[in-house]
């Protein structure tokens, strides 16, 4: 079967920095993303990985092991508004995409 | 420019009853898909559609049908809606069907009684 997995739910601190895991098991790998979901409203595109290693945008970084079959999304410098679920989908052989249940994150002051 | 609108925002049906969400998107994306929502799952596919006049089924196809007969709308339509159809909808779109990003409407959230 096709599985990802990523943690229910993750607390961090304003100012930190929090790393999300996801790890994945799928028939064929076509690249991962990872999107942002704020309460209540849709997903929207973070980051596209394909080929190993670490892409940085601003605060975000996503990083992935294609022979681990994992991947992190890495969150610095953490703001109130970044408490959202951060959802892990993986393209697999058919090209359709396959989700991850999400993760959480909580911010505290 | 809006990108994707989805229609109505949210819905309360009655069981057995007929309902059709709408999806719209003027971004000229050839691929659109459905995807249901429901808490502690990971969205799942409901159907896409590749290209305006093609579908195919997702992971979730029972109890749904869509159409798509031009580029910019595709339409879900419940033929008789279930509890278990209780669920937020989400509309999304590509560019291509292969390794784009996909972008999202802003959900419909629909309970069946």
């Known amino acids: 079967g096709q599985n990802i997995d990523q943690p229910t739910e993750m607390t961090a601190t304003e100012g930190a920095i929090v790393q999300i895991n996801c790890t994945y098991q799928?028939?064929?790998?076509?690249?991962l993303f990872w999107y942002q979901q704020h309460a209540g409203e849709a997903p929207t595109f973070l980051s596209y990985n394909v080929l190993d290693g670490l892409e940085e945008k601003g605060r975000f970084s996503s990083f992935l092991s294609r022979s681990k079959g994992y991947s992190y999304l890495l969150l610095k410098e953490l703001q109130m508004k970044d408490s959202a679920s951060y959802l892990c989908?993986?393209?697999?052989?058919?090209?359709?995409?396959?989700w991850g249940a999400g993760t959480k994150l909580i911010i505290k002051p | 420019i809006a990108g994707i609108t989805q229609a109505p925002t949210s819905q309360i049906l009655a069981a057995g009853r007929r309902m059709t969400l709408r999806c719209t998107q003027d971004?000229?994306?050839?691929?659109m898909y459905w995807y249901r929502q429901d808490l502690g799952l990971g969205l799942r596919l409901i159907h896409y559609?590749?290209?305006?006049?093609?579908?195919g089924k997702g992971e979730v196809p029972d109890g749904y049908s869509v159409s798509r007969a031009n580029t910019d709308d595709f339409p879900l339509t419940l033929a008789s809606a279930v509890p278990s159809q209780t669920s937020v909808y989400f509309c999304?779109?590509?560019?291509?069907?292969?390794?784009?990003?996909?972008?999202f409407g802003p959900g419909t959230r629909l309970t069946v009684l």
């Open positions: 799928t028939s064929g790998f076509n690249g």
């Open positions: 971004m000229r994306h050839n691929a």
């Open positions: 559609s590749n290209t305006a006049g093609t579908t």
């Open positions: 989908a993986v393209i697999g052989s058919n090209y359709q995409l396959i």
């Open positions: 999304a779109s590509s560019d291509s069907a292969d390794t784009d990003t996909q972008y």
